[in-house]
């Protein structure tokens, strides 16, 4: 099985910066994709970067030029550096990683569990 522990998150005053991290352990083969998400109250969950295997970045348009995705492959890491931060980008943050356990088996995504992440104005 493979585990995802996220921290970083926290209360900031707009404009200002945080770091989330996802740490991804356990039965892990291979990582392909890893990428951010979020949800914010009464809203659906929504892409917000993703990073390929090969480092190429897709960013919502929401976040371009504000926000960087980036990995860590010996450490099976995803970060999120969020700069300018807008009350608009309050949501729980979560990580999606997708990975082989094995050489035999199929790519499977894995979620985090979370984190909160507060733009105050």
């Known amino acids: 099985q493979v585990q995802l522990v996220e921290s970083g998150g926290g209360l900031v005053q707009a404009g200002g910066s945080l770091r989330l991290s996802c740490a991804a352990s356990?039965?892990?083969?291979?990582?392909?994709?890893m990428g951010w998400y979020r949800q914010a109250p009464g809203k659906q969950r929504e892409l917000v970067a993703i990073i390929t295997s090969g480092s190429s970045t897709i960013y919502a348009d929401s976040v371009k030029g504000r926000f960087t995705i980036s990995r860590d492959n010996a450490k099976n890491t995803v970060y999120l550096q969020m700069n300018s931060l807008k009350p608009e980008d309050t949501a729980v943050y979560y990580c999606k990683i997708e990975a082989r356990s094995d050489k035999y088996s199929t790519t499977v995504g894995y979620w985090g569990q979370g984190t909160q992440v507060t733009v105050s104005s």
């Open positions: 356990g039965r892990i083969f291979s990582i392909n994709g």
